[in-house]
Nanobody, 124 residues
């Protein structure tokens, strides 16, 4: 059973940076594509970024492109999301998720394993 644990969230001002981390256990991490999603109050969970299991292919939502960077370290079973130039629209609970596939997906139902989430709040 794969377990994912996020950390690194917090309250920051607009323009600041945060780095989220996700620690994976219980499976062979490099067999899973992974992604970051977020959910704002009253809204559906949405794709933020995804990365292939080898780490060579990544994709971003248009709203974060150029500001966020996803990365993974298969040797450490770890996933990260570097978030720069944060704004109030980035506020929400951020989740890491994994799927047993070579490539990420932008769709929530296609991920089997989810972390508990970490809150990111950006004040304007």
């Amino acid at each position: 059973q794969v377990q994912l644990v996020e950390s690194g969230g917090g309250l920051v001002q607009a323009g600041a940076s945060l780095r989220l981390s996700c620690a994976a256990s219980g499976g062979t991490f490099d067999r899973y594509a992974v992604g970051w999603f977020r959910q704002a109050p009253g809204k559906e969970r949405e794709f933020v970024a995804g990365i292939s299991r080898s780490g060579d292919i990544a994709s971003y939502a248009d709203s974060v492109k150029g500001r966020f960077t996803i990365s993974r370290d298969n040797g450490k079973n770890a996933l990260s999301l570097q978030m720069n130039s944060l704004n109030s629209k980035d506020t929400g609970v951020y989740y890491c998720a994994s799927r047993y596939a070579s490539m990420y997906s932008t769709k929530v139902p296609e991920y089997r394993y989810w972390g508990q989430g970490t809150q990111v709040t950006v004040s304007s």
